[in-house]
């Protein structure tokens, strides 16, 4: 069965530019979570959706990150502008429901120069 | 206070050796447990959920002490390929937040 889809799985940006980031959850899983982890913070939930609606975007850092998912099958992490401090390893992961086991995706590693 | 304390370790042993480590969490409430398994340059993986009664798997034993609030992961018989970050992970029921820890890494040496 195919897990957590992320793409892509590298990035390098200069500072300013727009990043976008794409997921695909495991399919009738109808929990999507954004995390980022850095050496410094280890994982930091940045958003969740059940049933794809935004629960909790409390963990976004400022107003240059957005999320959405227009759909079961696909969300989008979008930071404009970039920063360096966005440097990071940003995890999509899913479940089938509150309780239960999250599954990660690989990961995708943005450096921000 | 943080959600979820570890020791960051490391824990440097010896290839056969047994090796445990603790994980505390401050809201009584939680009722999920479980331990990720991260590798370096990987995403964390579920090595297993922790049960009120202890379980076991294969060389893995994982204990809940709900009284005194931490989970304790045991691995007997080190493999060099238990060298990993573990991760403890917890939820409380209706909360769709996990709470992790910051991880303990285990270095097993030949």
């Known amino acids: 069965d195919a897990g957590v889809i992320q793409s892509p799985r590298h990035e390098v940006t200069e500072m300013g530019q727009e990043v976008t980031l794409r997921c695909k959850p495991i399919?009738?899983?109808?929990?999507l979570f954004w995390y980022r982890q850095t050496m410094m913070r280890g994982l930091e939930l940045l958003i969740y959706?059940?049933?794809?609606?935004?629960?909790?975007d409390s963990g976004m850092p400022e107003d240059r990150f957005s999320a959405k998912m227009p759909n079961a099958s696909f969300s989008t992490l979008k930071i404009q502008p970039s920063e360096p401090r966005d440097s990071a390893v940003y995890f999509c992961?899913?479940?089938?429901?509150?309780?239960?086991?999250?599954?990660f995706g690989e990961g995708s590693w943005l450096t921000v120069v | 206070r943080k959600e979820v304390e570890q020791d960051p370790g490391p824990f440097n042993v010896p290839e056969g050796a047994t090796v445990a480590f603790n994980c505390t969490y401050s809201n009584s409430a939680s009722q999920s447990f479980f331990w990720y398994r991260q590798d370096c340059r990987k995403e964390p993986k579920l090595l297993m959920s922790?049960?009120?009664s202890g379980n076991e798997d294969g060389r893995f034993t994982a204990q809940l002490n709900r009284a005194s609030q931490y989970i304790s992961l045991l691995i007997r018989d080190s493999k060099l390929s238990d060298s990993a970050t573990y991760l403890c992970?917890?939820?409380?029921?209706?909360?769709?937040?996990?709470?992790f820890g910051a991880g303990t890494t285990v270095t097993v040496r030949a």
């Open positions: 992970v917890v939820n409380s029921w209706g909360d769709y937040k996990l709470s």
């Open positions: 959706f059940n049933n794809n609606v935004p629960i909790d």
């Open positions: 922790v049960y009120s």
């Open positions: 399919s009738g899983h109808n929990s």
């Open positions: 992961a899913s479940s089938s429901g509150q309780g239960y086991t999250i599954y």
